[in-house]
């Protein structure tokens, strides 16, 4: 097994790509400039930044889509356009995959695997999915990252410095200062394909007993910090079920909701990546009867009383204990919360949580529009904060609001109705799980699967 250690953030790399970069992130720059400082609608400059960053690709693309989602960061328009970015760099050509696969695995790389296919079949930013097949006839997706990776991941987060720059000099409502940290750090370990390759692991050991929820083996044999080879999963895209029957796309929300809620009410930990193309979905005998988890790269395991201050906070929210909301405010990290601003954080907390505090069937808009779905929430909390000063959001908090929404909007796609309120009982053990326990599994669960 081979490695290109050169490839670790090399200064020459990051040098280009600063070069590659820098003249469009300062045009990025002063067009948010103008649209803060102008105010009202920039349409032409929002498409022209989603342009400008698409033609970058690779990791700012990724990046720039998580800025999309924290609120107050960008001017509404802009973080429209970026949000409808998708992660299609242009592939690696056959010429190329093979250097690249003999770098991973060696020279004889090719007589490892009984079939390989160079061509890739999907594409992201930061690496391309190759089917192939093992010499013991498994059927295997293997990721292989691009190059210089380490070294565009550093200077994109740097020059990416300049945006949140821009941000604080205009009165932002939002302290994003640890938002931006956090963005950084998730980003480096989605580089580390040997850590993805234990997440997997973790999600097998977590949705053991989940028959509607499949996670890939991991083949480690085939593996390296560059290459993730793990189990074919074959399956149909989310979205060409949103003319099935209701009962079917009630059981993918279901496995959807199990997927995402059991790993973090029983152990503190959640894919912090909604996009829809994480997801397929299988079938057994005609009939979709669960989803496939693919992509393991965004996996954010939380301290046990972060989950704890879930259960807190909604239980806060049902019986309008104020005392055990701010409580949970604070185990979220939250600091110097006054009574107005807590007040404010409750618009926001009563729209997350508002499907899962109603017993009834329902959908998650519950009759809102999707184009309208926690607009009016986000306005509300924008215009309520406005005049208290900056609010800074705490690190741990950002994957866990951006996951919650990216999974309402697949329920939204999916025009699921459902007694969500149940299904949030049920995976909480109908009274809550105890910081305690989630500690006790959670230290447990790292430890075998080596991320303790």
Known sequence: MMAIDSERNRFSARAARYARVGAQMSGVAARMGAAQLFGGDNPASAAALRAALGGLKGPLMKVAQLMATIPDLLPPEFAEELQKLQSDAPPMGAAF???????????D???RFADFDLRPAAAASLGQVHRATAHDGELLACKLQYPDMSSAVEADIAQLQMLFAVHRQFNPVIDTQEAAREIAERVREELDYRREAKHAALYALMLKDADNVRVPGVRRDLSTGRLLT???LDGRKLLEFRQADQDTRNRIAVAMFRAWWHPFSQFGVIHGDPHLGNYTVFEEDGQAKGINLLDYGCIRIFPPSFSQGVVDLYEGLRTHDEPRI???YESWGFRGL????????????????????DDRVRTVANGVPPGQYGRREMM???AGLKAKGPLLIPQEFVFMDRAAVGLGAVFLHLDARLNFYQLFHEAFGGDGVSADAIAGRQSQALAAVGLS
Do not use: C, S
């Open 97 to 107: 995959v093979k250097r690249r696969m003999q770098a991973e695995l060696g020279p």
């Open 109 to 111: 790389w090719r007589a």
């Open 230 to 232: 793990l189990e074919w």
């Open 326 to 328: 701010v409580h949970a």
């Open 338 to 357: 006054r009574r107005d601003v807590i007040e404010t954080l409750n618009i926001w907390a009563r729209f997350i949580y508002g499907p899962i505090l």
């Open 380 to 382: 509300q909390v924008h």
